[in-house]
């Protein structure tokens, strides 16, 4: 029973990019719609935290720290969010999961970005 699916990861240099998908699948088309969908990173040793958001009317929000550099948006018809990671650092290394905001569903199995010379 996969609710979320998280993909796109990998290992990176710093300056890199990657494109992160995320797919609901089982998400009816109209309980997506309305929702605000968020992608949360856990980096290790650290706690989850909410990094970017895109509420019904793809309106937007950022932590500061990825400001400028990530970009998310959705896909309301194939029930999808992205997120794009550009000018990736080190810092950003974590898992990263998208989920409802606030959080609604059983998390997926996020996606492990690494930023690495």
């Known amino acids: 029973q996969v609710h979320l699916v998280e993909s796109g990861g990998g290992l990176v240099q710093p300056g890199g990019s990657l494109r992160l998908s995320c797919a609901a699948p089982r998400m009816i088309t109209s309980v997506f719609n309305p929702e605000t969908m968020g992608w949360y990173r856990q980096a290790p040793g650290k706690e989850r935290e909410l990094i970017a958001r895109i509420d019904s009317n793809r309106k937007t929000d950022y932590v500061e720290s990825v400001k400028g550099r990530f970009t998310v948006s959705r896909d309301n018809a194939n029930k999808k969010v992205y997120l794009q990671l550009n000018d990736l650092q080190p810092e950003d290394t974590a898992v990263y999961y998208c989920?409802?905001?606030?959080?609604?569903?059983?998390w997926g199995q996020g996606t492990q970005v690494t930023v690495s010379s």
């Open positions: 989920n409802t905001v606030p959080v609604k569903r059983p």
